[in-house]
């Protein structure tokens, strides 16, 4: 791992720097002309992106762990190898990724954004939960929008299965009066009931809790917040699945890492490749999943 002082002089530009954040993790920040955003290294997990002139985009907990190892709650976790799967003892829930420390390996910035690249490559230690060698690379391009590109190639000599989900927690005014289109008509896995497959008539509104999982969609989902006078537009590419989650009230006093009252304020839209959407990647290969968030 370097120190802030290698990743400054490598890494740092005008508008980015490395600092020493939360629990003594290390944290990029970037406050560019167009943006502010935060990232920290654990995870490659943005906690923080705001488009100057609007309000904070991501939903962060108050509660959140900022330890090496563990997951943040809020921003945008990065689940991978595996979408879920708490059910499944030997394998954490949505993959490991989230709970690594990446490396910064490159930084940019022109007039109208910053872009950012991470990786994560296996090791000796991801190879005891997921026997597979990889390359993973992050990009974070920050600007009026924010795009992030997650591209897996396959380094091992046989091909494996890789479930995905770039895990975004939208901060809202209030989560019961937010409607969410762009679904209508989908089919959706209904995690609250045994996985059960229902259809999706017109808009979301969510006034109790909420997981599904939005098969077959390539769809573009808005998120109109009137309350706070914007839309937040999600467009991606390499996903068939979205997946829309709200704790509600008991599960959010169940997480220990969770404001009892957070739920009022968040809502996730997640683009994935989870269930049939997983993506079978052959050696040498790659696969590139990809989320634009624009505000408007
Ligand atoms: C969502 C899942 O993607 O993530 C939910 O659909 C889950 O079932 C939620 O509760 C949060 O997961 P975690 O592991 O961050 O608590």
């Not at 490598?10 to 490395?18: E, G, L, P, Q, V």
């Not at 022109?110 to 690379?137: G, M, Q, Y």
């Not at 927690?169 to 989560?175: K, L, Q, R, S």
């Not at 989902?221 to 937040?232: F, G």
Request: hydrophobic share 35%; proline share 4%.
């Amino acid at each position: 791992m370097p120190t802030l002082e290698a990743l400054n002089n490598h890494y740092a530009t005008d508008s980015i720097t490395f600092q020493t954040g939360k629990g003594g993790l290390s944290k990029c920040s970037i406050s560019h002309p167009s943006a502010t955003a935060e990232l920290y290294l654990n995870g490659g997990h943005l906690t923080h992106f705001q488009p100057r002139g609007h309000r904070p985009v991501l939903w962060m907990s108050s509660e959140s762990n900022f330890e090496a190892g563990k997951p943040i709650r809020g921003g945008i976790p990065i689940c991978w190898p595996w979408f879920g799967q708490a059910d499944q003892e030997d394998r954490p829930q949505h993959g490991f990724a989230r709970n690594r420390t990446w490396t910064v390996t490159q930084s940019e910035e022109t007039s109208d954004h910053v872009t950012l690249e991470l990786s994560l490559e296996s090791n000796d230690e991801t190879k005891l939960i997921w026997p597979h060698s990889f390359e993973l690379t992050l990009r974070f391009k920050i600007g009026k929008q924010l795009s992030i590109e997650l591209e897996t190639k396959n380094t091992s000599k046989d091909s494996f299965k890789v479930g995905t989900a770039i895990h975004t927690y939208f901060n809202v005014a209030n989560a019961s009066e937010i409607e969410l289109s762009g679904l209508d008509q989908v089919n959706y896995i209904d995690q609250l009931e045994n996985n059960v497959c229902k259809q999706q008539q017109g808009k979301i509104t969510i006034n109790k809790e909420i997981d599904r999982v939005y098969v077959d969609s390539g769809h573009q989902v808005s998120i109109v917040d009137r309350a706070m006078n914007r839309v937040l537009k999600v467009t991606k590419s390499g996903s068939q699945s979205t997946v829309v989650w709200n704790p509600w009230i008991s599960k959010a006093t169940r997480m220990a890492d969770f404001p009892d009252d957070g739920y009022k304020t968040m809502v996730c839209v997640e683009t994935a490749n989870a269930f049939s959407d997983v993506r079978e990647i052959a050696p040498g290969d790659n696969h590139l999943i990809m989320q634009t968030i624009c505000v408007e």
